[in-house]
C-alpha cells in the first residue's frame, strides 16, 4: 500500500484560493490579460468588477502561483494562469454550471447526515428537475457529459466484438448522441436510437449531421424511468448508473432488462469498477448532487440481479473504460 503522504490541515481547508480562482474565472480576468489588458484599473473595468477588491483577489493568486505581479497593478499571465484560457475552464464559471458544483458542496454536511442529496436545499429543487428548469445550466451539463468533459467515446463497447451480430443499439441516456454517434460511424450495418429527454434530444441533430449518421438515428424524447423502445440487440448506459441512488439504479436497469427480451444485451460503461480494485473510487460530486456513486461489480451484480439482468461478462477496454455486459434472466 503507498505511503500516505502527511496532512496539513489548514492546507487542506483553504476555502478562499479555490473561490477566488472560481471569481477570476467567471470575470474572465485571463482572457482579457491575454488580450493586453494588465493595468488593474483597466482590468477591473473590463470584467465589470471593483478595482481593490479584484486586485487583493489576484494578489492572492499570484502569492499561490497562478498570475504574476511584474509591477505594482499590473498583472500578467503565467503557465498556471494560462489554464484559464482553456475552454474546459469554462467549468470553474459561477455564473453557469461551475456554479451548480460550486454551491452544491454547502450541502455536503446534510448529504452525511441523511444519506439523501440536499441540492434542493441551495436552488429550491432538486438536481434534474433544476436542470430542466434551466436549459441554459442544462445544456452546460450535456456538454460535459459529452467529448468536451469525458473525451472522444470509444465505440468499441462490446467484449466479444461480434458486431456482425448487432443491427440496433439504443443508447439510453445518451445525452447529444456523442456515443452512439461514434458507434454508428465504426459500424455501418448498424441503426441507432438515442434516448433522452427532449431538451436533450432536440440538440442532438449536430452531432449525428457532423459524424454523417443522421439517417440511421432515432430519437425518443422521454425519460429513462418510462418503458424502452423494445427489441433492439444492445441497450447502452454510459455514465448512467452511477449518477443515481440504489433504488433508482435498479429501476433503469429493470426497463433495459424488459425492453431487450428476450434476447438482447444490457452495457454498462464506466460506474462500475473490477472487484481486484478494491473500494469504488468516491465521486463525491455526484453523492452531492444527486446521491450517485460508483460501485463495485459485485454491487452492480447485485443491483442487475434484482433488476431482472444476469452479468456475462465484464473486462477493461482499451480505453481504459471498465464494461459490464449483461443479459435479461431466463
Known sequence: MP????????????LCTPWCVHVVATLRVANHIASGITQIENLAAACGAHAESLEIVLRHLVKKGM???????KFTLNEA??????????????????????????????????????YHEVFGRPYWEDLEAHPEIAADFDALMGPAGHG????????????DKIHTVVDV???TGAL???VLRAHPQVRGVLVDLPRTIARSGETFEKTGVADRVTTVGQSFFDPLPAGADVYLLKSVLSDWPDREAQIILGRCAEAARPAGRVIAVNGVSPDEDGPPRPDLLMMVLVGGKERSLTEFRTLAGAAGL????AARLASGRFVVECGPKA
Not at 444476469?310 to 461478462?313: F, L, P, W
Open 180 to 182: 452512439l454517434a461514434e
Open 67 to 73: 498570475f504574476d505581479e511584474q509591477t505594482p497593478g
Open 310 to 313: 444476469e452479468v456475462h461478462a
Open 173 to 175: 441516456g445518451g445525452g
Open 81 to 118: 494562469a494560462r489554464m484559464l484560457l482553456d475552454p474546459m475552464a469554462h467549468w470553474f464559471d459561477l455564473d453557469a454550471f461551475g456554479g451548480r458544483m460550486a454551491h452544491a458542496w454547502g450541502t455536503l454536511l446534510s448529504v452525511v447526515r441523511t444519506g439523501r442529496p440536499a
Open 152 to 163: 472522444t467515446p470509444d465505440p468499441d463497447v462490446l467484449i466479444s466484438g461480434d458486431w
Open 3 to 14: 505511503k500516505q503522504e502527511e496532512a496539513d490541515l489548514w492546507s487542506l481547508s483553504d
